[in-house]
């Protein structure tokens, strides 16, 4: 490689010079090591902190992921994730994520105990039946991309509960269509 002839300003300086002269050996270096917005490149056993450096971990659904290729996909959405974070559009993704399907969000609920916040109460419409554990973990999620200001309501899924026919226990395992 041809030896650079640097500025006045870069010549003058010896700091400068070394600086400049170590920036040009950069190309010649392996670059994948480095490159972590490039997921694809990055070796396994550091998606892990990966993950942390794109603020994906815990509730914010790495504990979700159980693949390597899932947890890839999850950092690659992680940027978009964490821009659109306190809107319905990223409840919406990470119900999907959790493998609920489209759901309905409805919002400004009257809710007899605060009805000066009522705007604040939202309710989220499911497209199948969730047990009352698996309920509470969807709300730790959803907290983690809902709006600060807004209170998660109830997880609705009335339009799927189970029949009254008796083949059901009522053990506490199921709500009556809301978890």
């Not at 392996?30 to 990966?50: A, C, F, N, P």
């Not at 993950?51 to 947890?71: C, F, M, N, P, R």
């Not at 799927?160 to 709500?175: E, F, Q």
Request: hydrophobic share 40%; aromatic share 10%.
């Amino acid at each position: 490689m041809a030896k650079l002839i640097y500025p006045d300003v870069i010549r003058k300086d010896i700091k400068f010079t070394a600086l400049a002269d170590l920036a040009s050996r950069l190309d010649s270096l392996d670059k994948s090591q480095i490159m972590t917005s490039i997921i694809e490149l990055v070796d396994d056993k550091y998606i892990e902190l990966l993950a942390e450096k794109w603020s994906v971990t815990g509730y914010d659904g790495y504990l979700l992921e159980d693949s390597i290729k899932s947890k890839r996909s999850l950092i690659s959405a992680a940027v978009e994730l964490h821009k659109y974070k306190g809107t319905p559009w990223a409840i919406k993704q990470i119900c999907q994520k959790l493998g609920l399907g489209n759901i309905t969000i409805e919002e400004n609920l009257s809710v007899p105990d605060d009805p000066e916040n009522e705007w604040a109460y939202y309710r989220i419409l499911l497209n199948g039946i969730v047990t009352l554990a698996q309920g509470k973990e969807i709300r730790k999620y959803v907290q983690a991309f809902a709006p600060a200001r807004s209170e998660i309501e109830s997880l609705d899924y009335s339009a799927h509960a189970h029949l009254y026919n008796d083949t059901i226990t009522y053990d506490g395992t199921y709500g009556h269509g809301a978890a």
